[in-house]
């Protein structure tokens, strides 16, 4: 069974440009979550998205964004790129269990950004 | 909101050895999860273990086992026969059942374990 795939798991980019993050979920899993890591900030939520549709948000700017396709597969986009969003982003796909509660969560390994 | 902290910056515990890695956790949420990572230098998150506000019993998976203490708040990872491999970031999470937290983990500021030969 694949796990959860994050590509690419490196990138540099300049301040100012844009970046697309892709991520595939676990066949099955329809819940993709996107978290930031800074040694600073520690690991911090973005955003959730179920069968296309975001179902919440983190406290972060406009210019972080993101969507899901029918299949499942996420993107997250992060345009006028900062020094600041240098980080390690990792997604999370999980299965929600008869209760509604989510059995749990698996995260890919990753892409680590950095904003030269 | 919910909070999570952990208050051992890093750790250190002889090969063989058993080691605590603490974790309280602060919630209005009758129903809640609780979780433990692991992260390598590799950056992948790992999953290791999970309990619910609702389970009476402790959960154990393999060689990891969480002493959960619902009154205390507190849900505290023991890592039986430590290997050299057991060294990397642990983190404890934490998400309250539906409502408007779909996806959202909150997290810890992690640990650092070191396991020496």
């Known amino acids: 069974k694949a796990g959860v795939t994050q590509t690419p798991r490196y990138l540099i980019k300049t301040r100012g440009q844009q970046v697309t993050l892709s991520c595939s979920p676990i066949?099955?899993?329809?819940?993709v979550s996107w978290y930031q890591q800074t040694p600073g900030q520690g690991l911090q939520f973005l955003f959730e998205?179920?069968?296309?549709?975001?179902?919440n948000k983190g406290n972060f700017p406009g210019r972080f964004s993101g969507r899901q396709f029918s299949n499942s597969r996420s993107e997250m986009n992060v345009s006028t790129l900062e020094l600041g969003d240098s980080a390690l982003y990792l997604c999370?796909?999980?299965?929600?269990?008869?209760?509604?509660?989510?059995?749990?969560?698996?995260f890919g390994s990753g892409t680590r950004l950095t904003v030269v | 909101a919910q909070k999570i902290t952990q208050t051992q910056p890093g750790m250190f515990v002889q090969e063989k050895e058993a080691v605590t890695l603490d974790c309280t956790y602060d919630?209005?949420?009758?129903?809640?999860?609780l979780f433990w990572y692991k992260q390598p230098s590799s950056g992948e998150m790992i999953f290791l273990i999970y309990?619910?506000?609702?389970?009476?019993q402790n959960a154990t998976e393999g060689r990891y086992s969480l002493n959960f203490q619902k009154a205390r708040k507190s849900a505290n990872l023991v890592i039986s026969a430590s290997q050299l491999g057991d060294s990397a970031m642990y983190f404890c999470?934490?998400?309250?059942?539906?409502?408007?937290?779909?996806?959202?983990?909150?997290f810890g500021q992690g640990t650092i374990l070191t396991v020496h030969p």
């Open positions: 309990q619910g506000s609702y389970d009476e």
């Open positions: 998205y179920f069968s296309e549709t975001q179902r």
């Open positions: 999370a796909s999980s299965l929600k269990g008869p209760g509604g509660f989510p059995y749990g969560y698996t």
């Open positions: 919630t209005s949420d009758q129903s809640y999860g």
């Open positions: 999470a934490m998400t309250p059942a539906g409502g408007t937290s779909y996806g959202k983990l909150t």
């Open positions: 066949s099955g899993h329809r819940s």
